[in-house]
């Protein structure tokens, strides 16, 4: 073990086994180098304070101080000692603040998972509100694939994750953080690329790239059924799981695509992105287990 880790082993020690209030008067004394001002300072009497003393020392086996008729000097063990003492006081007072500020959610580590598309709408929000908040809790982003979120949840491998709704188990919470309309995605080179708005009606007979409905059921579902709203079932060509697949595909004429507005900002350069007339929204939400014992947790869940 490090010469450094084994001191501050020793302080710990040193203050399970021993009651810290003689570090506490000893520091006094040192600093006042007077029983009288040390005790007024101490908020105790004389008696007290030199009965600790002289058991410090008789505990140590070293002595501490030379006293005086007028005032009290350090010996060269008292010197180290002060130093000593100080920084294990110190230790002290900074493991009590961090036990306090763990518990109120204000120090550790939290981990949050999210899928690809809230990368570029919420995440990026979040993350800078909760650092500017919380700067001391070590915040873990972790982009997943949107079928796995909800279970890495439930499992404890992460504490939040932010995505598209999907059925939870019990004991599961969820709230709407995100809400975008849809927009088309086109390739460049598409006939219609240049419109300033499409109807969906418009897209019948194209061929449709989807996320999978095991990926992100709700984002499939609201995509068909507007479909349909239009006239006609999409021609589903390509199943992917990352919007950003969904985009390259797009942007090499495969197929068309119904996709979040957000995803404007990948900025694929042959890809189109045209707003879609009466265009249905979809939604992010927050989601966590209410089992969590993370108390950084709720100070994830109290930003807006």
Not at 35 to 43: D, S
């Amino acid at each position: 073990m490090p010469s450094n880790a084994k001191f501050v082993v020793h302080q710990y020690l040193f203050c399970i086994m021993i009651d810290i209030r003689p570090l506490r008067y000893f520091v006094a004394l040192a600093e006042t180098r007077h029983f009288g001002r040390a005790a007024v300072r101490l908020n105790i009497t004389q008696p007290p304070l030199s009965r600790q003393i002289a058991a410090l020392e008789e505990a140590l086996d070293v002595t501490l101080i030379e006293r005086t008729s007028r005032s009290v000097e350090l010996t060269a063990a008292g010197r180290r000692f002060h130093e000593d003492a100080k920084a294990i006081l110190a230790a002290v007072a900074q493991a009590a603040a961090n036990a306090r500020a763990a518990a109120q959610g204000g120090l550790g580590t939290l981990s949050v998972g999210f899928t690809m598309c809230a990368a570029y709408s919420v995440v990026p929000k979040y993350a800078r509100l909760f650092s500017t908040a919380w700067p001391d809790v070590e915040l873990n982003l972790r982009e997943i694939v949107s079928n796995d979120l909800a279970a890495q949840v439930h499992d404890g491998r992460i504490d939040a994750a932010i995505m598209f709704p999907a059925p939870l188990a019990a004991g599961m919470s969820s709230r709407t953080i995100f809400s975008e309309p849809l927009c088309i995605a086109l390739s460049r080179s598409h006939p219609r690329a240049r419109a300033r708005r499409l109807d969906i009606a418009q897209l019948a007979g194209e061929p449709f790239i989807m996320a999978s409905a095991d990926s992100a059921p709700s984002l499939r579902q609201t995509i068909v059924d507007h479909c349909r709203s239009g006239g006609f079932e999409p021609d589903v060509r390509l199943e992917v799981q990352l919007q950003q697949t969904i985009l390259t595909l797009v942007d090499e004429g495969v197929g068309v695509a119904l996709v979040p507005s957000s995803m404007r900002k990948a900025q694929l350069a042959g890809v189109a992105f045209v707003p879609l007339q009466g265009a249905p929204t979809v939604d992010l939400v927050l989601v966590w287990s209410e089992a969590s014992r993370n108390p950084c947790l709720a100070s994830f869940l109290s930003l807006q």
